[in-house]
């Protein structure tokens, strides 16, 4: 119960993941780790609302209609190159105390003339769609560096079991390039002529970094105040920084520091042993980096949290869990409207809600997870008074989920499984605004799959009856279709 805080238009990828173990003594024990990915994916800007969720005169646009231009595939989209490398070190010094240490670097670079394109406007008759074409002539790239150090420990004072966890973590991000934006031909969304051709530059190009520092502290106990009930006392200390620099013009380079404690505390009681009732109250702080379309340094999201609920099993293989909580958040990021492409801080947002969670074994083989989530989320505080009181976009009032998988677990087919879930998300608004509403659906997947001593191999069906969906919108302009009937593969060996 006391843990951390809770395109499908084609991608291309390859990836090599190296894992090392390396068992020094019985109480020690080191693992690196290391991971390459380089993608190429096209640049998914969504589709217009009007002739997707919304009538258009010129009828339904295709869900696979590509708003972007067929330029080369190298620097088109999202491509990317991603080497992360790491550690892990543990040292157990006897039953009761340990220590950990973790480092992680993610060194990610998109290619030189890089291009993506953003709609900005579609013509009263609903056919024409103005487009910008944001350019990155050098790339750019976005690396993180982490490290966490902290011990494990199990003490008594007298009667009072207790369970700490101390330590410090730092945290680095770097992330910048060069970027102009140009001017490209409106797309007949109907009968599309693609024209490759860009046209003039808008605006005045940039070229910047931002650098995002972090050292937190922390500290959390968990006392068992006696067999059937326990406390957790928990807070953080925070400090935060981010620097942006401008190499075009140094009189925009610009700097801020941010410190924050967020407490955290929670109890659990347990009735009888099948039953655990808690409550926990928390506060979180969460430091964006970037800028807005001004090149102002977006200020820490900050959140508070409460919740109370039930844990109970309902057998030894079988149990559910039902949740009530309040969720506060401000400064959180949302799309700038008037600067396609960008971000701005809303002033404060709340969800409350309820989520049943049912999960285990029900019969040998056959396993089970589901779950149901309703949430009320708004808009309580904002500098434009007509969002007050909106209801937040892509969010559902009303989700449920259900996987469920049988395994066979004797004879010559042994090993062999299938998997079949259910999703259904209900209706959502697309903007804060409240201007249009996404449609509610229903999808179905599936899985086959194989495991034996250390081989899996499993193959994976998302969507599988191919209906038409939206996934999410961010504006009346970039509405996300849902991916058709995807089939996917994978072979695994552990050794």
Request: charged share 20%; hydrophobic share 35%; glycine share 8%.
């Amino acid at each position: 119960l006391f843990g951390p805080g809770h395109s499908y238009r084609g991608q291309a990828s390859d990836f090599f993941a190296l894992d090392i173990i390396v068992l020094t003594q019985s109480c020690s024990a080191i693992s690196f780790e290391s991971e390459y990915l380089a993608t190429q994916q096209p640049d998914d800007s969504g589709l217009p609302a009007r002739g997707t969720v919304l009538s258009n005169p010129n009828g339904q646009i295709p869900r696979n209609r590509y708003i972007g231009e067929p330029f080369d595939v190298s620097v088109s989209g999202n491509n990317r190159n991603v080497l992360r490398v790491g550690y892990n070190f543990e040292h157990r010094f006897n039953e009761d105390w340990q220590v950990r240490n973790a480092f992680q670097a993610s060194l990610s670079n998109y290619p030189n003339n890089r291009i993506y394109i953003l709609p900005t406007s579609l013509s009263e008759d609903g056919r024409l769609l103005s487009r910008t074409v944001r350019t990155f002539p050098a790339g750019n790239y976005d690396n993180t560096y982490s490290l966490d150090n902290y011990v494990v420990g199990k003490f008594k004072t007298g009667s009072i079991q207790h369970q700490i966890v101390a330590g410090f973590d730092l945290f680095r991000e770097v992330a910048g390039g060069q970027q102009i934006n140009r001017s490209i031909a409106p797309l007949d969304l109907f009968n599309p002529v693609y024209t490759q051709t860009l046209g003039g530059i808008i605006g005045d190009p940039s070229d910047d970094e931002t650098t995002s520092d972090s050292l937190g502290f922390y500290l959390q106990d968990q006392i068992a105040l006696f067999n059937n009930l326990k406390l957790l006392l928990g807070g953080r200390f925070d400090i935060v920084n981010q620097t942006f620099k401008d190499f075009i013009d140094s009189s925009n380079n610009d700097f801020q520091q941010n410190e924050a404690f967020s407490p955290r505390v929670g109890i659990v009681y347990q009735p009888i042993p099948a039953i655990s009732l808690y409550a926990s109250y928390s506060r979180s702080f969460q430091q964006l980096i970037g800028t807005t379309f001004d090149n102002s340094l977006f200020q820490p999201e900050k959140g508070t949290q409460y919740e109370v609920g039930i844990k109970t099993d309902l057998s030894d293989k079988v149990s559910a869990t039902l949740a009530f909580y309040d969720l506060t958040r401000s400064n959180v990021l949302t799309d700038d409207l008037d600067n396609p492409g960008e971000s701005i801080q809303t002033g404060e947002q709340k969800s409350q809600g309820i989520e049943l969670n049912i999960g285990g074994e029900i019969l040998p083989g056959l396993s089970i997870i589901g779950g149901y989530a309703y949430t009320d989320a708004r808009v309580t505080k904002d500098t434009d008074t007509e969002l007050v009181d909106n209801i937040l976009n892509n969010v559902p009032k009303h989700a449920f989920t259900l996987w469920t998988t049988y395994k066979i677990t004797q004879g010559n087919l042994q090993g062999l499984g299938f998997g079949l879930g259910l999703y259904y998300v209900g209706d959502r608004q697309g903007d804060l605004a409240n201007t249009f509403e996404l449609p509610s659906y229903l999808r179905t997947d599936a899985a086959v799959f194989y495991e034996r001593n250390n081989l899996r191999v499993a193959l994976n069906i998302r969507n599988l009856f191919d209906i038409d969906y939206y996934a999410s919108a961010q504006r009346d302009l970039t509405v996300y279709p849902g991916e058709p009937l995807t089939v996917q593969g994978t072979v695994s060996w552990e050794f």
